[in-house]
C-alpha cells in the first residue's frame, strides 16, 4: 500500500513561488501516475497537473505556464513548483497516486497567496 507525505506548502505573497514535494513509499510507485489536486473552501478538488510513470505531464489550463510537475523515480517523489502565485490558487493541495484504477490521497497541504 503506497504511503505519501507531502511538504512545502505555506503563505506567500501574490507573485510569489512555492515548491511542494510528496514523497511515497511503496512498490511500484515509479509506475504509478502521480498528481496534485487542490480543494479551496466551498470548492470541489480539481486536478492542478499530474505526471505519468514515463514523464507526461498534464496541467489544469488555470495553471499552464505558471506550475510545473516533475518527478524523481529513484527517489519515489513529485514536485509542484509553483510561480506567479495568485489568491486564486489557495487552497489545501493534494498529492495523489494512480494505479490501475486506485488512487491514493496524502493528507494535504495548505498554500495560501495572500497580501
Known amino acids: 500500500q503506497v504511503q505519501l507525505v507531502e511538504s512545502g506548502g505555506g503563505s506567500v505573497q501574490p507573485g510569489g513561488s512555492l515548491r511542494l514535494s510528496c514523497a511515497a513509499s511503496?512498490?511500484?510507485?515509479?509506475?504509478?501516475?502521480m498528481g496534485w489536486h487542490r480543494q479551496a473552501p466551498g470548492k470541489q478538488r480539481e486536478l492542478v497537473a499530474d505526471?505519468?510513470?514515463?514523464?507526461?505531464?498534464f496541467y489544469a489550463d488555470s495553471v499552464t505556464g505558471r506550475f510545473t510537475i516533475s518527478r524523481d523515480n529513484a527517489k519515489n517523489t513529485v514536485y509542484l513548483q509553483m510561480n506567479s502565485l495568485k489568491p486564486e490558487d489557495t487552497a489545501v493541495y493534494y498529492c495523489?497516486?494512480?494505479?490501475?484504477?486506485?488512487?491514493?490521497w496524502g493528507q494535504g497541504t495548505q498554500v495560501t497567496v495572500s497580501s
Open positions: 495523489s497516486t494512480l494505479y490501475f484504477g486506485t488512487r491514493t
Open positions: 505526471i505519468s510513470g514515463g514523464g507526461s505531464a
Open positions: 511503496g512498490r511500484f510507485v515509479s509506475f504509478m501516475t
